[in-house]
């Protein structure tokens, strides 16, 4: 697995509308974030959890479809998100070597029907919806 590709959906970031102050993710635990990169035009989704874990879906090189869980956490008073991918339990023993790190964006507030654009802390810049329903 291409652990480089599959970061092309997991290394953007996002969004929420709130509801709920407390909580600016709110908003995505029962929708579905899609993503363009728009260098590459790679497209993925990613599914948030309100325990801290989301879901990312990408395609590889060779345009099969794969799936990898990750974690998220907010810092800066909840104004940054930051994704990491995490390892696969089965993953080979130099897999770490070619996992993407973490990757940071602002946070943006926006509501299920909206689209905007957002560069993360990589310089990766990715066209993002967020749409009712998983």
């Known amino acids: 697995m291409q652990f480089r590709t599959v970061a092309l959906a997991g ?32 497209k993925g989704t990613l599914l948030f959890n309100q325990d801290g874990t989301y879901t990312g879906k990408a395609t590889d090189k060779d345009g099969k479809p794969i799936q990898y869980p990750g974690h998220w956490t907010l810092k800066d008073a909840n104004a ?17 070597a070619t996992m993407p790190k973490p990757s940071c964006s ?28 998983r």
């Open 11 to 42: 290394a953007l970031v996002l969004f929420a509308g709130s509801a709920v102050a407390d909580d600016p993710m709110m908003n995505t635990y029962a929708n579905t974030v899609n993503t363009t990169n728009k260098a590459t035009a790679a």
């Open 80 to 96: 940054t998100i930051c994704l990491t991918i995490d390892m696969p339990a089965n993953a080979p023993a130099n897999a770490a």
């Open 106 to 133: 602002p946070l943006q507030k926006h509501n299920v029907g909206d689209n905007w654009t957002v560069t993360n802390d990589q310089g990766e810049t990715y066209d993002i919806s967020l749409v009712a329903g």
